[in-house]
């Protein structure tokens, strides 16, 4: 059974740093890509970061200089490190698997629950 669990999520003010991560299991952790997405209230999913199982990064939006993502493989998890947060971070962040299925090369795809993230002071 494939899980993903967040967490770290909190409350923190604005210019504040949180760590979140993703404990994955019941896959190969390791051949798979890893990424964060999140969620504002009214707005659509958007992916934040992603690392690859070659360890290559990429990060989108304004994630771009303040958050770094790297993984563990061998504790099997995913983290975010989020830097200089302001308020138009505040958002439910998600952990997203993408592994390949052998021998059809086909991809699937998990979500995490998710974790709340907010920042105010």
């Known amino acids: 059974q494939v899980q993903l669990v967040e967490s770290g999520g909190g409350l923190v003010q604005p210019g504040g740093s949180l760590r979140l991560s993703c404990a994955a299991s019941?896959?190969?952790?390791?051949?798979?890509?890893m990424s964060w997405y999140r969620q504002a209230p009214g707005k659509e999913r958007e992916l934040v970061a992603t690392?690859?199982?070659?360890?290559?990064?990429n990060y989108f939006g304004s994630a771009k200089g303040r958050f770094t993502i790297s993984r563990d493989n061998a504790k099997n998890t995913v983290y975010l490190q989020m830097n200089s947060l302001n308020p138009e971070d505040t958002a439910v962040y998600y952990c997203?698997?993408?592994?390949?299925?052998?021998?059809?090369?086909?991809?699937?795809?998990?979500w995490g629950q998710g974790t709340q993230v907010t920042v105010s002071s």
């Open positions: 997203h698997a993408r592994r390949m299925l052998l021998p059809s090369r086909q991809f699937i795809y998990h």
């Open positions: 019941g896959f190969t952790f390791s051949s798979s890509a």
């Open positions: 690392v690859t199982s070659t360890t290559a990064t």
